[in-house]
């Protein structure tokens, strides 16, 4: 054979017997067959073997197995994002004359996808107060298909009684969808959220999360994931993802392969020095409220309490995360001018990174049925990445005397 053709098809293969601290990376659109029965038998559903790249690689089936398990359950699925996980689920269990629940704290672009494609098909949606199950009770109706839960909720840091509403949803027979990307699988199990009880424990359907977070913790990788206990709806999701097509690389799995063990004592540091601020900043006349539901008098604290505190956890579990209401003296220009003369904290979205971040919100825009708990004024997020907590607390303390 011709040199280039022999450097296609050279006959040599490694030694099977490979084992180091990191997972491979397997890049692979195309999987080779070893013969034509093995094409027409091989099953990627229960993961016993390989068809096409997009359905699975050794790196990718790793990194669902180690997700499931974070999470509490038997299934997981990647997507591209988090926001592709939310999308995925909705299409997937959604269809033409279906409603959907979505909490009035919810992640935005969530509200967005149901004001825009899912309404093209004729899916409606509501919104309801996370605070209360019976809003959420009245709201349900025979429509009803799918209600989204969110712990804590987005920007505002509510934690709604999780407990209650998925009893509610078991009740009415209606499926429960957890954006899990606040708890990453450590602060709460969301498959068990009653644990001891045995066979009767209680728990989600499905949770969603977005691995770009804590997961991958560089800042630096977009990807998302869905876990579920139910094998007839892993099946159904499973199925959905083949037919759409929303796979993965295998260098963005790798990262997230690389980043998962050191995830819990990431997570446990960003919420030590998220707390450790976030207590500062109740101090500071500045700020009229603190949102973080590990502080006594935030929006749902008790329901924080008793999910995330355990006796493996005795001061509980919360995310490195938290927003202030600025006293309403500041004018929007000098929120902005605050957000804009921090040094340690960039103005940037997402959180989970190494670099701590910030950024101002106007809640009058994307609230409407949640805001009695919150004091009048605009909001602010502090996303606290892996500085040292005394560092930040000087830039926040420096900054707000600039701003006045």
Not at 35 to 49: C, F, G, I, P, Y
Not at 111 to 118: D, F, V
Request: hydrophobic letters at 45%; glycine letters at 8%.
């Amino acid at each position: 054979m011709s040199r280039s053709t022999d450097l296609i098809h050279h006959p040599y293969q490694p030694p099977a017997e490979f084992e180091a601290p990191q997972v491979g990376v397997f890049k692979a659109s195309t999987v080779i067959f070893p013969n034509v029965a093995a094409m027409r038998t091989r099953e990627w559903l229960d993961k016993s073997a390989y068809t096409y790249g997009l359905h699975g690689t050794p790196t990718t089936f790793t990194l669902e197995e180690r997700l499931a398990t974070l999470e509490g359950g038997t299934h997981c699925i990647l997507t591209p994002s988090g926001l592709a996980a939310i999308a995925h689920v909705d299409f997937a269990l959604l269809k033409t004359g279906d409603e959907v629940l979505i909490p009035d704290n919810a992640y935005a672009p969530n509200k967005s996808l149901a004001e825009g494609e899912l309404a093209r098909f004729d899916i409606t949606h509501q919104v309801y107060d996370p605070l209360d199950v019976s809003d959420l009770a009245a709201r349900i109706t025979a429509r009803t298909r799918l209600v989204w839960l969110e712990a804590a909720g987005s920007l505002t840091m509510e934690f709604p009684d999780l407990v209650a509403m998925v009893q509610l949803c078991k009740a009415r027979g209606v499926l429960c969808a957890l954006d899990n990307t606040w708890g990453a699988g450590l602060a709460f199990n969301a498959f068990d959220l009653t644990p001891g009880q045995g066979d009767a424990s209680l728990g989600v359907d499905l949770t969603i999360h977005a691995l770009t977070k804590y997961p991958s913790g560089g800042g630096d990788v977009l990807m998302g994931s869905i876990v579920t206990r139910s094998d007839a709806l892993a099946r159904v999701l499973k199925l959905s993802h083949m037919r759409m097509g929303t796979g993965v690389g295998a260098n963005d799995a790798e990262a997230v392969l690389r980043a998962l063990p050191s995830l819990p004592l990431r997570y446990h540091a960003q919420d030590l020095a998220a707390r450790s601020l976030a207590t500062w900043c109740a101090s500071q006349p500045a700020f009229s409220q603190v949102l973080h539901p590990a502080l006594s008098g935030s929006p749902g604290h008790t329901h924080w309490q008793q999910l995330c505190v355990t006796p493996q956890a005795p001061e509980g579990l919360a995310a490195g995360i938290f927003s202030v209401v600025m006293d309403e003296r500041f004018t929007a220009s000098q929120v902005d001018a605050f957000c804009e003369a921090l040094q340690l904290f960039k103005i940037g979205y997402s959180w989970g990174g190494p670099m701590s971040l910030v950024m101002p919100y106007n809640m009058a825009s994307s609230r409407t049925r949640s805001t009695a708990h919150m004091q009048r004024g605009r909001v602010v997020r502090f996303c606290i990445g892996l500085e040292d907590v005394h560092d930040l607390q000087n830039d926040v303390s420096r900054a707000l005397k600039l701003a006045h």
